[in-house]
Nanobody
Framework: QVQLVESGGGLVQAGGSLRLSCAPSGRAVSNYNMAWFRQAPGKEREFLAV????????YYADSVKGRFTISRDNAKNTVYLQMNSLKSEDTAVYYC???????????????WGQGTQVTVSS
């Protein structure tokens, strides 16, 4: 079982930046593919970005491409989401997710965190 814990959310003004972190408790995720999703009130959960277990491959949703960057530090057992040029429509609960196996960009994940709130004020 992998338990994921997100952190780094908060309130930020439009145009600002935040960096979210996701760290597992109890198990290393260096051999897991990791991703970030978000869910805004009244909307379905939305895929944002995925990174392969080694960090060499990434893929982004068009809605965040060029503004958000996913990365990982396997030595620290942590995955990050750097969010720049934030907009009010980025307001949501952000979740990290993990899965093992191929292909690395399979978006069906097995483990989920509890989420961290990001609020962007205009």
């Amino acid at each position: 079982q992998v338990q994921l814990v997100e952190s780094g959310g908060g309130l930020v003004q439009a145009g600002g930046s935040l960096r979210l972190s996701c760290a597992p408790s109890g198990r290393a995720v260096s051999n897991y593919n990791m991703a970030w999703f978000r869910q805004a009130p009244g909307k379905e959960r939305e895929f944002l970005a995925v990174i392969s277990w080694g960090g060499g491959n990434t893929y982004y949703a068009d809605s965040v491409k060029g503004r958000f960057t996913i990365s990982r530090d396997n030595a620290k057992n942590t995955v990050y989401l750097q969010m720049n040029s934030l907009k009010s429509e980025d307001t949501a609960v952000y979740y990290c997710a993990a899965r093992r196996g191929s292909p690395w960009n399979n978006l069906s994940f097995d483990y989920w965190g509890q989420g961290t709130q990001v609020t962007v004020s205009s």
